[in-house]
């Protein structure tokens, strides 16, 4: 199931975005004449999957409410190079206004379910039943897009931000004197909140297991030390791999029985998709 996006959120975010483009008014589009009306089309150059579509339509919305647009394709749909997404009709100075704006949403966050996609088809068993996850490392304001759009890309959400989960990291351990120390502070001061644990070691590991925590990140693991660890932590929590996951990697890493996989690059390292909007006449 797909998170939900307040609209909201979504309207806020393109006001922004119209405000750092169009600013106090589209200059060049005065070129055209006020009253002439165009359709267009936007078309994908290359292969994709889809995401963003409640964002382009906010930023027409917000231009000009009289612009009509056709949806061929939903998020999360696979899209292939020459294929027409949507189809737009209406005024050809607001659809000049706002094409870049709306492109960019588009193209960005189509660009991070691409990648997540990519990640999860490299995981080449079948019947294999680790998942995907994102990380916190998202660009600044696009935190919630970017994990919908992880979504539409068959990924799964990490925690949202600082407030929602306990994630013990090798800092955390320190400042508080000792993994068990930590547990024991994180039970008291968010109770009820679940407490995840960062490992890098075996040691490590068989700590946070006698600490009784349900969900241990293992760090930055190799192949061996990652099917050990499923080993000795014979199902009593919920294990998940981080650090340095590459794409030629998370088959073997999703095969030594992890149950997460969390990969940075899924929404830092995109590039967004090559869409573009080619007009009827103008």
Same mark, same amino acid.
């Given at each position: 199931?797909?998170?939900?996006?307040?609209?909201? &959120?979504?309207?806020?975010?393109?006001?922004?975005?119209?405000?750092?483009?169009?600013?106090?008014?589209?200059?060049?589009?005065?070129?055209?004449?006020?009253?002439?009306?165009?359709?267009?089309?936007?078309?994908?150059?290359?292969?994709?999957?889809?995401?963003?579509?409640?964002?382009?339509?906010?930023?027409?919305?917000?231009?000009?409410?009289?612009?009509?647009?056709?949806?061929k394709k939903n998020d999360g749909d696979p899209i292939?190079?020459?294929?027409?997404?949507?189809?737009?009709?209406?005024?050809?100075?607001?659809?000049?206004?706002?094409?870049?704006?709306?492109?960019?949403?588009?193209?960005?966050?189509?660009?991070?379910? =691409?990648?997540?996609?990519?990640?999860?088809?490299?995981?080449?068993?079948?019947?294999?039943? =680790?998942?995907?996850?994102?990380?916190? %490392?998202?660009?600044?304001?696009?935190?919630?897009?970017? %994990? &919908?759009?992880?979504?539409?890309?068959?990924?799964?959400?990490?925690?949202?931000?600082?407030?929602?989960?306990?994630?013990? %990291?090798?800092?955390?351990?320190?400042?508080?004197?000792?993994?068990?120390?930590?547990?024991?502070?994180?039970?008291?001061?968010?109770?009820?909140?679940?407490?995840?644990?960062?490992?890098?070691?075996?040691?490590?590991? %068989?700590?946070?297991?006698?600490?009784?925590?349900?969900?241990?990140?293992?760090?930055?693991?190799?192949?061996? =030390?990652?099917?050990?660890?499923?080993?000795?932590?014979?199902?009593?929590?919920?294990?998940?791999?981080?650090?340095?996951? =590459?794409?030629?990697?998370?088959?073997?890493?999703?095969?030594?029985?992890?149950?997460?996989?969390?990969?940075?690059?899924?929404?830092?390292?995109?590039?967004?998709?090559?869409?573009?909007?080619?007009?009827?006449?103008?």
């Amino acid at each position: 199931m797909l998170i939900h996006v307040p609209h909201a &959120y979504v309207r806020t975010q393109v006001a922004q975005a119209l405000e750092e483009d169009v600013g106090d008014g589209d200059i060049t589009a005065e070129l055209i004449p006020k009253n002439k009306q165009t359709t267009a089309e936007v078309i994908s150059r290359e292969e994709a999957i889809l995401c963003g579509k409640d964002w382009f339509n906010e930023v027409f919305r917000q231009v000009d409410s009289a612009i009509e647009i056709h949806w061929k394709k939903n998020d999360g749909d696979p899209i292939q190079s020459g294929q027409v997404l949507c189809e737009l009709s209406g005024s050809a100075r607001s659809l000049l206004t706002g094409e870049r704006t709306a492109l960019n949403f588009l193209q960005t966050f189509s660009g991070t379910s =691409t990648l997540t996609n990519k990640y999860v088809r490299a995981i080449k068993d079948p019947e294999s039943a =680790t998942r995907i996850l994102d990380t916190r %490392k998202t660009s600044p304001g696009f935190r919630l897009g970017q %994990k &919908y759009a992880v979504h539409c890309g068959g990924g799964s959400n990490h925690r949202m931000g600082l407030y929602d989960m306990v994630l013990i %990291k090798e800092n955390h351990i320190i400042a508080a004197g000792s993994l068990k120390k930590a547990v024991e502070k994180a039970r008291e001061y968010a109770p009820g909140f679940e407490i995840e644990v960062e490992v890098e070691n075996i040691i490590e590991l %068989k700590q946070a297991l006698q600490c009784g925590v349900t969900r241990i990140l293992l760090d930055n693991m190799d192949i061996a =030390t990652l099917e050990r660890a499923v080993e000795i932590n014979e199902g009593r929590a919920q294990l998940e791999a981080s650090g340095n996951i =590459t794409i030629d990697k998370v088959s073997e890493i999703a095969a030594t029985g992890v149950h997460f996989i969390s990969i940075g690059a899924i929404t830092k390292h995109i590039q967004a998709v090559d869409l573009s909007m080619r007009f009827a006449d103008l």
